[in-house]
């Protein structure tokens, strides 16, 4: 290295060869615009002598199949009319209409699966919530026959309500199960004339 060169430092030395290869670089854009151009003008004649695809070139839609080219009814000289069948009945074939189950709106939530023997914790809480309520009748019940005869009974009107809640619960319960059965009785005669048709 010279004196000069190693005074100049990193940046000078850079910007002094950016100036000596800027007249190589300007004549590499230059004759790079110029095959750009007649790439241009190549790719012009091409268009000029494809023919413009109109409706009349079209095959008929009806005939077309999944392995059919569809690509012809996307010219500029088709109109928008027969572009917009020829795109429904493109993404209406098997290949294209197909779900894939994870959308929350595809099942059917019309039907719902019987429970069988189970009560839900909601059934237990509507059967307590009506104990609750004829305990509470047998206890209005119970206080003003108690006040109409006091004394005439040994036990007391909450003894009543009790024993009554009891056998309320007891009948509602069963009156469940029972409705329960007869549902499955229905549902089993229904699969079985089902299977038999």
């Given amino acids: 290295m010279t004196g000069e060169q190693s005074k100049e430092g990193f940046v000078g030395r850079w910007s002094r060869l950016k100036q000596q290869g800027g007249d190589e ?10 095959e750009v151009d007649q790439l241009n003008a190549d790719a012009a004649d091409v268009a000029e002598e494809v023919k413009l695809l109109t409706d009349e070139d079209m095959p008929d839609i009806e005939t077309m199949d999944e392995h059919s080219d569809y690509t012809g009814f996307l010219s500029e000289g088709v109109s928008d009319a027969l572009k917009r069948k020829a795109m429904h009945k493109l993404f209406h074939l098997p290949e294209f209409n197909i779900r894939d189950g994870l959308n929350d709106y595809d099942d059917d939530f ?3 699966i019987p429970l069988g023997d189970t ?4 059934m237990k809480q509507w059967l307590e919530q009506e104990a609750k309520e004829a305990k509470a009748k047998l206890l209005e019940k119970g206080d003003k026959q ?4 006091a004394g005439q009974s040994s036990s007391s009107p909450q003894d009543v309500a009790e024993d009554d ?8 319960y069963s009156a469940l199960e029972e409705d329960v059965e007869d549902d499955l009785e229905g549902e089993l005669d229904e699969d079985m004339e089902g299977q038999v048709s």
């Fill in 146 to 149: 108690h006040e109409g005869s």
């Fill in 25 to 34: 670089s300007e004549l590499a854009v230059q004759e790079s615009l110029s």
């Fill in 119 to 122: 009560v839900t914790y909601q």
């Fill in 165 to 172: 809640n009891k056998q309320v619960q007891s009948e509602s």
């Fill in 110 to 112: 019309s039907t719902f």
